[in-house]
């Protein structure tokens, strides 16, 4: 069955510092991957998708991830971290048996606070 | 163009009624899914419905139910509510794909349904 680890519920970080953040999954197939972030009290916000082509992929805010087959590893980084990053994320993979679907299966997700 | 929008914001219901939550998706999106979030299990997967018919249904028990009507505006109903129904419900809607795959979703700010 498809699932999907994020291994740090919770990260703090210094304003300005880099960040990484883990997700890790369980799929047969070339998997859809994706990261979302949630603000308190808000719905999910698309950071970013991976489909197939180019491994690293460049999303919005400044993020960008990195698709690794061989780690099953879908991180999530940041080279300057902001106030207003603080959130939490979560990581999703695409549960498609070949057929159409929009199953999204998602991590536990990990929250980030920003030191100032 | 306006996203996904979800009526009511909150709700408060006491166990054993019933609540219909409704849910409006970006204009020419036709699959609209629904999402569990709670503090213990996450974000779950209800069930996605595309062309006003269920595509996909997660491990929910019988008493989530949902529909789509022929403008993509869909409801969920759950029945007989219990204190652990209690949760954020996230509606996402996305553009459907002909062929297999998962689509870019997105999502609204959710309905917070409290259970006493």
């Known amino acids: 069955a498809q699932s999907v680890t994020q291994p740090d519920i919770h990260i703090t970080v210094s304003e300005g510092a880099s960040l990484e953040l883990r997700c890790n999954y369980s799929?047969?197939?070339?998997?859809?991957l994706f990261w979302y972030v949630q603000s308190p009290g808000q719905g999910l916000q698309l950071l970013l998708k991976?489909?197939?082509?180019?491994?690293l992929v460049q999303g919005i805010k400044g993020f960008e991830a990195e698709f690794k087959r061989s780690q099953s590893s879908f991180n999530l980084r940041k080279p300057s971290v902001h106030w207003s990053d603080a959130a939490e994320y979560f990581c999703a993979v695409g549960a498609s048996d070949g057929g159409a679907t929009n199953k999204l299966i998602f991590g536990t997700g990990t929250l980030l606070a920003v030191q100032p | 163009k306006a996203g996904v929008t979800q009526t009511p914001r909150y709700l408060i219901k006491t166990r054993g009624q019933q609540v219909t939550l409704s849910c409006s998706p970006i204009?020419?999106?036709?699959?609209v899914s629904w999402y569990q979030q709670t503090p213990g299990q996450g974000l779950q997967f209800l069930f996605e419905y595309f062309s006003e018919t269920q595509r996909n249904k997660g491990n929910f028990p019988g008493r989530f139910s949902g529909r789509q009507f022929s403008n993509s505006r869909s409801e969920m109903n759950v029945s007989t509510l219990e204190l652990g129904d209690s949760a954020l419900y996230l509606c996402?809607?996305?553009?459907?794909?002909?062929?297999?795959?998962?689509?870019?979703?997105?999502f609204g700010p959710g309905t917070r349904l409290t259970v006493l």
């Open positions: 991976y489909f197939s082509g180019d491994t």
């Open positions: 996402a809607s996305s553009l459907a794909r002909v062929g297999g795959g998962v689509d870019q979703q997105f």
């Open positions: 799929y047969g197939a070339t998997p859809y």
């Open positions: 204009s020419g999106h036709r699959s």
